[in-house]
């Protein structure tokens, strides 16, 4: 099992009781406060990948936002050297 959090582990626990017949999808979607369709979807993605599914596909990747570091090397250079006032 790898690292869930709170929210995570709480979806993971509804889909698992749905699929014993505690929960109804009505019931789990109240709890979860997404709607039957949403429902619908973490059931299909449950059956296909397990545990693993409830965990964000990016979670440990760094963002593809990130600005490199030697560009921030240089801009900080630039700063220092050409545009200290």
Do not use: W
């Amino acid at each position: 099992m790898c690292d869930l959090t709170d929210k995570e582990k709480l979806k993971l626990n509804t889909i698992q009781k749905i699929i014993t017949g505690e929960y109804n999808k009505k019931k789990a979607s109240e709890i979860l406060g997404i709607t039957t369709r949403q429902v619908n979807r973490l059931l299909i993605k449950f059956k296909e990948e397990g545990e693993n599914g409830f965990v964000h596909k990016t979670r440990g990747k760094s963002s593809n936002r990130k600005v490199p570091e030697n560009i921030k090397s240089e801009i900080v250079n630039l700063y220092i050297t050409e545009y200290f006032d």
